[in-house]
């Protein structure tokens, strides 16, 4: 997302030069008329009664109000105040309409959101809801408009656009949340990568590289026996000790490429912690949620804080804090004074390939399972500044548009749960109504939006957890490989049994925990998915639960900034160790050794340690999997290796180390961990150094899109910039944390927000964000939360003190 926003900033940073010579008093007054205002009383069209927004110092808005509707408009109006052009990039986005803000650039996006059919979608879910919700969205929207109206002057984004900006519609919302929706889906991407391994085979070859289980795996419902550990295919299956395979014939179609394969994408899903424990692990019997949501990070932050409070309709008065995403109505994740709830993606498998079979005489026409049937066509036009619109064909079949083609040059159908208006809803939203555990339960059961693990804890000290969304059932196949749905055996049969629904109410233990890894026995995963992420998080957070016997929201913070991953590292630095002697003569080597022997075990800024083991861990794994993917890349030979579960193949290997898997190169295991400790000397010698600590080297990269394009211009221009409106992007601040512990943390990637929170007890709960509440770069509010997050300091989860209140007044 980061990317594609670069593109935009670009183009903002050319109109912004031009208006540069009317000097830096003149153009910073110019866009500060487009900050909201923070006080005083404002009419607002539809309004019941009187609205009080009071934002308190770092501009988290507290909105009282007499009732839900004029909540959600009040809501609305503050994100149309603070964050209208992010909303309106993510409802862009999801419709495919990137090209006509940035140009050419966005046209390859566009066409792959097109092709999904999103905005039909979105009106089809909009047509399904029910009578309240769609009042809601209507309220909401209505209030959003307002917001964007009182500016008196448009966002500066689209003053340097030189566009204006589009009224906020009830569909909006829905494509707001279909873009979160599309950022969380994570099954068309391996069962590519399967389908290419396996075609490549031999089978046991592909049973190493893509396992369902790992060692560090610590389901929530415990496997009765443990899945064996996978087999080594022996020589006869692939021996690197000869020749490698024969690449594919010059003449075979083109096979499309993934991107290239890294450490991070070999292990990270998109993501989330989440834990509870229940009164019988507290002092004083109540239940705390903690909840970390792992997403991209830019500015401004993809949630919004907001503390709500209203009357019900049987007259009890209600209040809900914690994080809202802007664009839809309510608190996403966070807590009212009966339930708390929060989310980690499950990580599941909720998109299917349909390979389709076209006539031979006739390309037209498709098989079905009823004979061969005329692809309808529909041309989208593709608006693109500066240029004519672009027209794009489409070729829709019974089961959706035709997405591209398979390595083997086969068109196939992207099949995903949201792709279907009867597969999505927004229940979720009835979150803040729940008064009980299992009213909250019963709502996650019937949330049909991205299936997540939903954890929850009730004011009376007991704790939940249910995998909510609309889970496909499948007949005739697995939906491991990409298969052909023409014969009518392949099919969705519907969503899965309710009975076959994860759900744990009340566990004996106390506690209950997710982190986007296997969380069912391993024979009932295969019905939600095959490529949950590695257990490491799950494994770690469970072993800190189970070891103290009470705990405290100080304390469950503390867990979500833990950073040690011995577990996943400590082998590795057992083999530097060994290759490595005290006395070796080559002194870089010996440094380099030095630094892994002091290692602590964590993921620390200030560790050089970690630093070295990180990059061996890399060298190793790479060659490890270059070998072990010879006969997939011999058939594609630009195919993206990207499985989360991968580390278990690279360890079994490890565990057994037989000659004939030996990496190129090297004649032994032995030589090979030497090579690839002098590789990462070699790598870990360029600047900073091989004594730089893993915080030089891990810095924060949270930038606004217009800063990511001055930096592309050169610093002159980005000196221009911080002239003009200061700092846009957040300090390149040290990092602690990694991909594999529990403070989940890349330069660009990591926690969206930690909340820790009890029901009952909002007073005690904390929450931090990074970035600030503000999307305008002039706005004290930008970034004045971010050194909290960064810090891991106890930040409240309710909003302070006010210090400006504005009034929203019934308009006669």
Not at 711 to 734: H, N, V, Y
Request: hydrophobic share 40%; charged share 25%; glycine share 8%.
């Amino acid at each position: 997302m980061v990317k594609r926003l670069a593109r935009l900033g670009i183009l903002l940073l050319v109109a912004l030069l031009l208006v540069a010579a009317l000097g830096v008093m003149s153009v910073r007054a110019w866009f500060g008329a487009s900050l909201p205002q923070l006080s005083g009383r404002v009419p607002l069209q539809g309004l019941a009664d009187e609205v009080r927004v009071e934002r308190d110092a770092l501009g988290v808005p507290r909105i009282i109000a007499a009732n839900w509707p004029d909540t959600a408009r009040a809501l609305g109006y503050v994100h149309g105040q603070d964050r209208f052009f992010q909303m309106d990039g993510a409802r862009r986005l999801a419709s495919g309409r990137i090209s006509e803000l940035v140009g050419a650039a966005a046209v390859d996006l566009d066409s792959d959101m097109r092709k999904r059919r999103l905005t039909q979608v979105a009106s089809g879910i909009l047509e399904r809801l029910p009578a309240d919700q769609r009042a809601l969205l209507k309220a909401y929207a209505d209030g959003v408009n307002a917001g964007l109206a009182s500016l008196s002057a448009r966002p500066p984004e689209y003053v340097l656009l030189r566009v204006q900006p589009e009224a906020w519609t009830e569909r909006d919302c829905i494509l707001v949340s279909l873009t979160m929706f599309h950022e969380l889906s994570e099954g068309a991407r391996p069962e590519r990568v399967r389908a290419v391994i396996e075609a490549a085979g031999p089978p046991e070859l592909a049973r190493l590289l893509l396992p369902e289980s790992s060692r560090f795996d610590q389901p929530v419902i415990a496997d009765a026996v443990l899945p064996a550990p996978i087999a080594i295919p022996g020589p006869n299956a692939l021996d690197l000790r000869k020749p490698p395979p024969a690449a594919r014939p010059p003449n075979s179609p083109p096979a499309p490429a993934d991107p290239p394969t890294n450490l991070r994408e070999r292990t990270e899903p998109r993501g989330s912690n989440n834990w509870a424990v229940a009164g019988s692990r507290t002092a004083d019997g109540r239940a705390i949620l903690a909840n970390d949501m792992h997403l991209g990070h830019s500015v401004p932050n993809v949630w919004y804080r907001a503390q709500l409070e209203w009357t019900t309709a049987d007259g009890r008065r209600r209040r809900a804090a914690g994080v809202s995403l802007p664009g839809v109505p309510g608190i996403v994740a966070g807590s009212t004074d009966d339930l708390a709830w929060g989310f980690t993606n499950v990580t599941g498998d909720f998109e299917d390939y349909i390979l389709i079979e076209t006539d031979p005489r006739d390309p037209a026409r498709y098989k079905t399972p009823d004979g061969w049937e005329s692809f309808t066509v529909v041309t989208e036009s593709i608006g693109i500044r500066g240029e004519n619109p672009r027209p794009l064909p489409l070729k829709i079949t019974r089961w959706g548009a035709v997405s591209d083609t398979d390595w083997a040059g086969r068109p196939r159908v992207l099949k995903w749960i949201a792709h279907d208006p009867a597969h999505v809803n927004l229940e979720i939203l009835r979150m803040s109504e729940a008064r009980t555990l299992e009213e909250g339960v019963a709502i996650a059961r019937g949330w049909h939006g991205p299936p997540q693990n939903v954890l929850m804890a009730s004011r009376d000290g007991r704790i939940a957890w249910v995998v909510s969304g609309w889970l496909p059932r499948r007949e005739g196949f697995d939906g491991t490989v990409p298969v052909s749905w023409a014969d009518g055996k392949a099919r969705w049969a519907g969503p899965i049994s309710e009975a076959d629904r994860p759900v744990v109410i009340d566990p004996p233990d106390g506690i209950l925990f997710s982190a986007n890894s296997r969380t069912v026995p391993l024979e009932q995963s295969r019905l939600i998915g095959r490529h949950f992420g590695l257990g490491i998080r799950q494994q770690r957070i469970r072993q800190l639960l189970t070891e103290k016997p009470s705990w405290d929201e100080r304390q469950l913070l503390d867990l979500q900034l833990d950073t040690e991953v011995a577990p996943i590292y400590g082998p590795y630095r057992e083999l530097l160790l060994r290759a490595i002697p005290p006395d070796d003569p080559d002194a870089g080597l010996r440094r380099l050794r030095e630094h892994a022997a002091a290692w602590t075990g964590r993921a620390d800024a200030d560790s050089a340690g970690f630093r070295v083991l990180h990059q061996y861990r890399a060298v190793v794994g790479e060659r490890v999997l270059a070998g072990l993917l010879e006969p997939a890349r011999a058939l594609v030979p630009r195919m993206g290796y990207r499985w989360f579960l991968s580390e278990e193949c690279v360890r079994r290997v490890l565990d057994e180390r037989p000659p004939h898997l030996v990496p190129r190169g090297s004649a032994s295991w032995d030589e090979f961990f030497r090579k690839a400790a002098t590789d990462t000397l070699k790598r870990l010698s360029a600047p900073p150094g091989l004594d730089a600590t893993w915080g030089e080297v891990h810095r924060a990269q949270i930038q606004h899109p217009l800063a990511i394009a001055t930096r592309q211009l050169g610093a002159a221009f980005s000196g221009a910039i911080t002239t003009l409106f200061g700092e846009l992007s957040m300090p390149e601040d040290p990092l602690p944390g990694c991909t594999e512990c529990v403070r989940v943390q890349t330069p660009g990637f990591g926690a969206s927000q930690r909340t820790v929170v009890s029901p009952g007890h909002l007073g005690d709960g904390l929450l931090q964000m990074p970035t600030g509440q503000s999307g305008h770069f002039m706005s004290p509010h930008a970034a004045d939360g971010h050194a909290a997050w960064v810090r891991g300091t106890p930040t409240p989860l309710l909003a302070g003190p006010a210090a400006n209140v504005l009034v929203l007044t019934p308009a006669k």
